[in-house]
């Protein structure tokens, strides 16, 4: 019968307990769901608005350096063409020398 009584009042002990931290749980989480008052709500929509306009600046930006250059990659690609001349130029320069050099151990 002891036995009985024990495990009725831990049992009773034990649902008291949990029903607390259930009400506490449940109370955290309403106090959370409760929402702004309305001045920080109004901050946080200015807030919102001015990073809204600025990433929209920034967006403009960068479309605009990617327009300029893409039209700026037909000068880039022009650019190589030059220097694969002045090589050339060079190929020939050393093709010359080393006529010369063939000439230099001829005599």
Known sequence: MEEIVAIVTV???SAF???GIYKLIKMKIQKSN???DDDTFERLAKAFMKYKKESEKRIQNLEAIVSDDSSSGTK???EPKETIEIEDSQQEGAKEDDGNLRNMLRE
């Open 17 to 19: 307990v949990c029903f």
């Open 34 to 36: 409760a929402g702004y």
């Open 11 to 13: 049992f009773s002990f």
């Open 76 to 78: 880039q690609i022009e």
